[in-house]
């Protein structure tokens, strides 16, 4: 991925600063804008491969900034990055969206979806690890989520939604997990915290990203169903 281009936008100068530096190092070209009209104005003249936006910002906000850049002809993919604050739920979370991920989160996190991004995903559920891609299109996004049993909370490990619906998704693991029930966290806008969601978990298939499992949501809360039925809006 070393030479991808790379816009950060976000109106903290401490927070934007941070972000280029890290992408530096990690090998990317960075440009940067404190805002949404001159991160528009850099995306149609410097064409990077990916932008990382923030959506809490005055004036165009993030999700000002994402129907904007749906006017665009071949808009790049964004990243949003949310504080978990109110006022970040408008969503939804589709195309160019291609990620989400929040800034509690460990650096690691980021420059994961990032890289992940970058690496291409899957626009079709045609190697899906489970049934319920035949009810519902699930949406090509990335959303990192860490993992933990069901009966008693043990963590299990980190992972990546990578394509997901209000009802399923397709997970991406590093490390061999039980196809049995688990809790899934993750970023939703608009929640001060990361929302858990009971899980079932299907046979993996071994992929150049990971061990990729199907995953069915089960019975959410109401309220919840219906946040995911609005970010995940088809």
């Known amino acids: 991925m070393a030479g991808k281009h790379i816009l950060v936008v976000d109106d903290d100068d401490g927070v934007r600063r941070f972000l280029c530096r890290l992408l530096e190092q990690a090998g990317y070209t960075v440009s940067e804008a404190p805002g949404g009209e001159l991160a528009l104005a ?39 990055l949310t504080a978990l604050m109110e006022g970040d739920e408008r969503g939804p979370l589709r195309p160019p969206v291609a990620g989400l991920t929040h800034k509690a989160d460990d650096p690691r996190v980021y420059l994961d979806a990032c890289r992940r991004i970058l690496q291409g995903l899957p626009t079709d559920d045609s190697d899906s690890a489970g049934a319920e891609r035949r009810r519902r299109r699930r949406l090509p996004i990335v959303i990192p989520a860490r993992i933990s049993a069901a009966n008693g909370g043990m963590a299990l490990g980190e992972g990546r939604l990578v394509r997901v619906s209000p009802i399923g998704a397709d997970l991406e693991s590093q490390v061999a997990l039980p196809q ?7 970023p939703v806008p608009g929640r001060e915290a990361p929302i858990s969601l009971e899980a079932q978990l299907y046979p993996r298939l071994r992929t150049a990203y990971g061990l990729l499992y199907g995953v069915s949501f089960l019975s959410p809360p109401p309220d919840v169903q219906k946040l995911l039925d609005r970010m995940l809006e088809d």
């Not at 049995?180 to 993750?186: A, Q």
């Open 42 to 80: 850099k995306v149609a003249s410097e064409r990077p491969d990916l932008v990382s936006l923030d959506l809490s910002m005055p004036g165009l906000d993030g999700w000002d900034v994402i129907d904007r850049l749906r006017t665009f002809e071949e808009p790049p993919p964004v990243l949003l």
């Open 180 to 186: 049995s029930k688990v809790v899934l966290s993750i």
